[in-house]
Nanobody
């Protein structure tokens, strides 16, 4: 069983910053990419950012490009999401996930952490 535990969510004013963490543990698993997704209130879950675990290549949703930074700590099996210049539209439940292989889907998901940005 693979477990992903997110932390770092909370309430922040617009323009503020938060740093999310997601630690992976459990049985031996393949880890090709790790990603962050979010689900705004009343909307579908959407992609935020991802990082290739071996080479560290990153990519972002256009809505967060230049404000959010994804990084990883290989030794700790942990991925981070530094969120700066937060906007009310960044509000939602943030999930981390593992994509075990290049051609597969994101299979393992955390329980989510709430981020609320007040105007």
């Amino acid at each position: 069983q693979v477990q992903l535990v997110e932390s770092g969510g909370g309430l922040v004013q617009a323009g503020g910053s938060l740093r999310l963490s997601c630690a992976a543990s459990g049985r031996t698993f393949n880890l090709y990419n790790m990603g962050w997704f979010r689900q705004p209130p009343g909307k579908e879950r959407e992609f935020v950012a991802a990082i290739n675990w071996s080479v560290g290549r990153t990519w972002y949703a256009e809505s967060v490009q230049g404000r959010f930074t994804i990084s990883r700590d290989i030794a700790k099996n942990t991925v981070y999401l530094q969120m700066n210049s937060l906007k009310p539209e960044d509000t939602g439940v943030y999930y981390c996930a593992i994509q075990p292989s290049r051609t597969g889907q994101y299979e393992y998901w955390g329980q989510g952490t709430q981020v609320t940005v007040s105007s």
